[in-house]
């Protein structure tokens, strides 16, 4: 298995959704508390498939 580092945009993306689903998981922000948990594994698999694809 090849891995690739992703690129910056990519990164960025998945770091700002992680960060908002801890910060809805905290009750900062209310409105995405019921989507906490699926924007922080969003992030996440964003970042997975950033680098196990080229041209993400």
């Keep these: 298995m090849k891995l690739s580092e992703p690129k910056v945009v990519t990164f ?10 801890l910060l809805a998981s905290q009750g900062t922000i ?4 019921a989507y906490a948990f699926w924007l922080v594994v ?3 698999v964003l970042l997975a498939l950033g680098n ?4 993400l």
Excluded: E, H
């Excluded at 209310?30 to 508390?33: I, M, Q, S, V």
């Design 42 to 44: 969003a992030g996440f």
């Design 30 to 33: 209310p409105a995405l508390a």
């Design 12 to 21: 960025w993306i998945s770091v700002a959704l992680v960060l908002l689903g």
């Design 52 to 55: 196990l694809l080229k041209d």
